[in-house]
């Protein structure tokens, strides 16, 4: 044993960063029909590669319980090792091969021995093995509980902490939308009618093209026109079925533009291109899915033109501008612009109007309305109450609803920044606002970004699904509905307003009714995703994806600038954001008012209500004054919205958090790789997949669609060295309720020091180990009688001499008096 000093320069010292990949699935899929699991089990061991073999230690039990009964079921038995190696009369398997050997028999100890290593192949494995990390999806509660205060932790201490850091960390998302339009097909076991609502076909969004008073129609079509708008043609077939022709916009006897098929299919036979078809005057009467999508043939179809065959690519955004103009009196040129490229047609004629005869009075977005000339009666007095302005007032008894109309064409693609232009759009225009928002109103009809805005007229707005009230909502959901009862609805009307008439339209067959019967056990989350018309309402809304395009926001002062919603945490104006902040005013939550009940004592003290305080009431003040709670809906609605009261936080709650584990990342989350699928959101039925993606700076995005995404665009938050994953957009509310996966890498430092040990000739030469014996170090002549040792471990110590490492090599050295050599030993931390 020899003591060799190390000065500074044998240490060797640095740092590794690693970049562990994580990609978890939530849960699995199962398939009861062919019996088989599809995915992981959403987890991952707190010990690396736990073995099977490894078993807990049983207690010995009762010491002669196998020898009784050897048939017992293993599970139930009660083994130990001393069953078998005593030498007392317990020992039966040792005792039996005993005696057999003293005697010179044989014995069979079989049976004993496939009953124990039964047992032990049976005994649960260590529970360090047994446990397991999740990442975690929650949901803002309904009562304050520690998820509340996680919430409140998150949102009041860490997006604090990061604000000053990362994009828009604080309780507010990016006013960047798309109209979303969509069919899907129905579950299993789902019928058509029943308690689960299908979502359905037959809704539309409808503006209203007529006048109080004297003036032209504002959606008329008299001179040349212009349609410009984005689309994302994203789903590849319709409720199941071949892709079905779907409208984007029809004025009856004037125009109808639709989505058809092209000739493209994927591996799986689905329809991957599209093309665009303009119908014009009389040929706008004709059902898009009747057309032979040709752009050549006789009266009525002679006005039918479209874009070259798979001009649209499926998840993708184009700029799209539909043009016409006169040159004479008898001709007029134009043309189907998609994306730059020009695809020209002729009208030989001054004007598309129809005749005078023809009303003409609705402007349906996203379908295509069959039927007689009454599209008026959409706008009947009792419209009213869905905040449909203007209305018309048809008379006593003939205030209702068009009859015998077909709305059987709905949009399968997402929509923005639609617009009409009562003028042939020059290619410098529509370079302008291809990338933006239109500079100026001139010349414009119709404009829908959609964004979101505070300032809608009264509607009846659910308070429980058995309840309404005529009020109006400044909020981009249902407040009261939300912080009452827990239900989330949509506000599609503040969505989808024209900035050019103001019209407000009618959202058809996408509105939220009340329940009529009596029904048990409801809540209102489930009344809402059993509802077909309210889960297509909450998605006609969704985060916009399209990278190429940038909206100026100075479009929304137009509306109420002063409003909350466009607030700052911290004070300012920001005309890009929704506030999720101070949702409802103070005054609905009242201060000191108890919300604890009984059974909320009682679930406290696990079930033991003898505790109890005797002036407890069978329930609490607040909830004997709001009337109705998320438990209890029925009964009459009072000032007090429940789940306000009882947690005393006016931010909103559709929001969704994530908690990941630092086992799956180590020191923080790399920015700009982390991804969240949710493959079904819930609500679509199956059709919609959304993939949301952090920008490098701590916001979220959504990138579904091929092409550039707005990384500027901000759904929520990545928290990367907290693990932690905000959603604040309300759409996404549900966000991975059923299923996601997570992709992510980590970042993991990893410190090295590598001591380099000298051992130089002369030196350690010598054994301090007793059994030492001089031998001859190999067979060889030249080796006989050469002294050498065998090095099988270091120790490093400190000044005073104190061993603080040790390392043994995993072979010996042999080391002759004159080698000289240098160990590394190196350390990982």
């Not at 309305?369 to 706008?379: I, L, M």
């Not at 205030?399 to 009562?422: C, Q, R, S, T």
């Not at 466009?566 to 009242?590: A, C, F, H, Q, W």
């Amino acid at each position: 044993m020899s003591f060799v000093k190390l000065p500074k320069e044998r240490f060797e010292k640095f740092s590794i960063t690693l970049h562990p990949v994580v990609d978890f699935i939530s849960s699995s899929v199962n398939i009861p029909s062919l019996g088989v699991t599809v995915g992981t089990s959403g987890s991952t061991p707190m010990r690396a590669r736990p073995s099977p073999a490894v078993k807990e230690l049983v207690a010995a039990g009762v010491l002669g319980q196998l020898s009784k009964d050897i048939n017992a079921d293993p599970g139930e038995k009660a083994f130990s090792e001393l069953d078998f190696t005593s030498l007392i009369s317990l020992g039966v398997a040792d005792r039996l091969a005993q005696v057999a050997a003293i005697s010179g028999t044989s014995a069979n100890i079989t049976p004993y021995m496939k009953v124990y290593l039964s047992g032990v192949n049976n005994s649960p494995p260590p529970i360090a093995s047994t446990k397991k990390i999740f990442i975690t999806r929650f949901d803002p509660p309904f009562s304050l509980n520690d998820v509340a205060i996680e919430k409140s932790v998150i949102r009041e201490n860490l997006m604090t902490f990061y604000e000053s850091r990362f994009d828009l960390c604080e309780m507010a998302y990016t006013n960047y939308h798309s109209l979303n339009f969509f069919s899907a097909p129905d579950g299993p076991g789902v019928p058509d009618s029943g308690e689960i609502d299908r979502i359905p076909d037959s809704s539309a969004i409808i503006y209203q093209n007529f006048v109080t008073g004297s003036g032209p129609r504002p959606y008329a079509a008299s001179g040349s026109f212009s349609f410009d708008f984005w689309i994302n043609p994203r789903y590849p077939n319709n409720e199941g079925r071949e892709f079905k022709a779907g409208t984007i916009l029809h004025l009856s006897s004037t125009y109808a533009l639709s989505l058809v098929s092209g000739s493209n299919r994927d591996n799986d036979g689905l329809v991957n291109g599209y093309r665009l078809m303009l119908q014009l005057s009389h040929s706008a009467e004709l059902a898009p899915s009747t057309m032979a999508y040709s752009s050549t043939g006789m009266h009525p179809r002679d006005l039918v033109f479209l874009s070259p065959d798979n001009s649209l690519a499926r998840n993708k955004w184009h700029h799209c501008t539909v043009r016409w103009g006169t040159n004479t009196f008898a001709a007029g040129t134009g043309s189907i612009t998609i994306d730059g490229s020009d695809t020209p047609f002729v009208v030989p004629s001054a004007s598309i109007s129809p005749p005078s005869d023809f009303v003409c009075s609705a402007l349906v977005v996203g379908n295509f309305y069959e039927g007689a000339d009454t599209e008026a009666k959409f706008f009947n007095k009792t419209t009213q109450s869905e905040g449909v302005q203007p209305i018309l007032d048809f008379g006593t008894g003939f205030n209702v609803d068009p009859a015998g109309y077909i709305l059987d064409h709905p949009l399968n693609a997402e929509v923005h920044e639609l617009k009409m232009y009562d003028k042939y759009l020059s290619n410098e225009d529509i370079a302008e606002v291809r990338t933006s928002s239109p500079k100026s109103y001139k010349n414009l009809k119709l404009y829908v970004p959609p964004m979101f805005i505070p300032d809608v007229r009264k509607r009846d707005l659910l308070i429980t699904p058995f309840q309404k009230q005529n009020t109006k909502s400044t909020e981009p959901f249902n407040e009261d509905f939300s912080f009452g009862v827990g239900g989330f609805v949509m506000n599609l009307e503040n969505h989808v307003k024209d900035f050019i008439t103001n019209n407000m339209p009618r959202c058809l067959n996408l509105t939220a009714s009340t329940i009529d019967t009596t029904v048990e056990n409801i809540t209102a989350t489930s009344y809402c995703y059993n509802t077909g018309s309210i889960k297509k309402r909450n998605l006609t809304i969704l985060p916009n994806d399209n990278g190429y395009f940038k909206p100026d926001y100075g479009i929304v002062l137009t509306s109420s600038i002063n409003s909350p919603s466009r607030k700052r945490k911290n004070g300012g104006r920001d005309l890009s954001i929704v506030s999720l902040e101070n949702m409802i005013p103070t005054g609905k939550i009242y201060p000191g008012l108890p919300t604890t009940t009984v059974a909320d004592m009682n679930a406290a003290l696990d079930g033991d209500a003898s505790t109890l305080p005797d002036n407890l009431s069978k329930d609490s003040i607040a909830g004997l004054i709001a009337g109705v709670t998320p438990e209890s809906m029925g009964g009459g609605s009072g000032p007090i919205l429940t789940i306000a009261q009882r947690t005393r936080d006016r931010s909103s709650n559709e929001i969704c958090f994530f908690d990941i584990s630092n086992i799956y990342y180590g020191n923080k989350i790399q920015e700009d790789t982390l991804y969240l699928v949710d493959k079904t959101l819930t609500g679509s039925d199956g059709k919609i997949t959304m993939t949301l993606r952090d920008n490098g700076r701590g916001g979220m995005y959504r990138c579904d669609a091929e092409g550039p995404h707005p990384k500027w665009s901000n759904v929520g938050n990545c928290l990367y060295h907290e693990g932690v994953v905000v959603i604040k957009s309300p759409p996404l509310t549900f966000f991975g309720k059923d299923c996601f996966e997570l992709k992510m890498k980590g970042e993991q430092n990893t410190h090295v020091s590598i001591i380099n040990v000298p051992l130089a000739s002369g030196l350690f030469n010598s054994s301090s180990n007793p059994t030492y014996t001089q031998m001859s170090a190999s067979e060889k002549p030249v080796d006989q009688n050469r002294k050498f040792i065998y090095i099988d471990s270091l120790n490093i110590h400190d000044e005073n001499l104190n061993v603080i490492a040790r390392t043994s090599l995993a072979q010996p050295i042999k080391k002759m008096v004159e080698d000289s050599m240098v160990i590394r030993f190196k350390m990982d931390f």
